[in-house]
Nanobody, 113 residues
Framework: VQLVESGGGLVQPGGSLRLSCAAF????????MSWYRQAPGKERELLAG????????NYADSVKGRFTISRDNAKNTVSLQMNSLKPEDTAVYYC???????WGQGTQVTVSS
């Protein structure tokens, strides 16, 4: 079982990034998925979740209206579109397979001018 995140990097405030997470080794379409992040010295924070079929989504207040979670069950991927990025969005971002508890290795997002 493996979750592999990609798409992180350095972006200026107000910019956008799209994170992707590819899933291997389990029946991806059966499980809800989530994105989390962890900034230095802070606890891991749940940002967004999506149901197994993609019809239900939820967001933390801190990212609502700026981030969008989506999934493609044909490609076994879950994505996080991040717009209007702020310096406080700087963190390592992780995807998570809910109910079975698998984590990716994380991808660094740095928002700085």
């Amino acid at each position: 079982v493996q979750l592999v995140e990609s798409g992180g990097g350095l972006v200026q405030p107000g910019g956008s990034l799209r994170l992707s997470c590819a899933a291997f080794g389990f029946t991806f379409s059966r499980y809800p998925m989530s994105w989390y992040r962890q900034a230095p010295g802070k606890e891991r924070e749940l940002l967004a979740g999506i149901s197994s079929a993609g019809g239900s989504k939820n967001y933390a207040d801190s990212v609502k209206g700026r981030f969008t979670i989506s999934r493609d069950n044909a490609k076994n991927t879950v994505s996080l579109q991040m717009n209007s990025l702020k310096p406080e969005d700087t963190a390592v971002y992780y995807c998570h397979a809910d109910r079975i508890g698998y984590w990716g290795q994380g991808t660094q997002v740095t928002v700085s001018s």
